[in-house]
């Protein structure tokens, strides 16, 4: 199962641009985390963000939650050409239940 | 800490023959893991979730007698793809969520199933 849409499908940006990326989920969540995977490989986590936050930073990472619209966002800003990969948003509904993977984002920076 | 070690990375086998993959947790006792199948280009989808010492519980759709999930101890889980055929080729990601902290899950780094 999967919980939503995630948009962009593909994003294709310069070195030095800010990528926005957009993930929406269907039902009630206790944690929103994003991830990141290169071509092939595993997953990593990049953060998270509590069911009852708004926004959270981490280096050049933002995220926003938006419970009302059940969406989140994730903003990469001064992007690198090491940041071309798939991410993905992930909820889980409740402590220790499996996470719900959105359907992904892939990004590409050119430099 | 809160790693899971998988294995193999990578499997080739023969249509009809069985692959078994092994996701062990190394410094935590992992009481529930969570068997995830991507395709290329798609998203993470889950298979199903084992609990130690009970019977998995399947996704819907996801065959249970194709998929077989051992998880006899705390910390190892196993996938065993029966009767493999070309079209079960894809990446097999294990989970699993760790304690003391509710919300934190590690994954084991794949295994890339190509069936000829």
């Known amino acids: 199962s999967q919980q939503g849409e995630e948009d962009p499908q593909a994003l294709s940006i310069q070195e030095g641009e800010n990528a926005t990326m957009n993930c929406s989920y269907k039902?009630?969540?206790?944690?929103l985390q994003w991830y990141r995977q290169n071509s092939g490989r595993g997953l990593v986590h990049l953060i998270l963000?509590?069911?009852?936050?708004r926004e959270k930073h981490s280096g050049r990472l933002r995220v926003t939650l938006d419970t009302s619209k059940k969406s989140s966002s994730l903003l990469i800003t001064a992007s690198r050409a090491a940041d071309t990969a798939s991410y993905f948003c992930?909820?889980?509904?409740?402590?220790?239940?499996?996470?719900?993977f959105g359907k992904g984002t892939t990004l590409s920076v050119s430099s | 800490g809160a790693v899971v070690s998988q294995h193999p990375s990578r499997v080739i086998c023969k249509s009809g023959t069985s692959v078994k993959i092994e996701c062990r947790s190394l410094d935590f006792q992992a009481t529930t893991m969570f068997w995830y199948r991507q395709f290329p280009k798609q998203s993470l989808m889950l298979m199903a979730t084992?609990?130690?010492?009970?019977?998995?519980?399947?996704e819907q759709g996801v065959e249970k007698d194709k998929f077989l999930i051992n998880h006899a101890s705390l910390t190892l889980s196993t996938l065993t793809v029966t009767s493999a055929h070309p079209e079960d080729s894809s990446f097999y990601i294990c989970?699993?969520?760790?304690?003391?902290?509710?919300?934190?899950?590690?994954f084991g780094s794949g295994t890339r199933l190509t069936v000829v």
């Open positions: 039902t009630s969540i206790n944690n």
């Open positions: 989970s699993a969520a760790y304690g003391g902290r509710l919300d934190g899950y590690t």
């Open positions: 963000i509590r069911s009852n936050e």
């Open positions: 084992s609990n130690e010492g009970s019977k998995a519980t399947y």
């Open positions: 992930a909820t889980d509904g409740q402590a220790g239940t499996a996470l719900i």
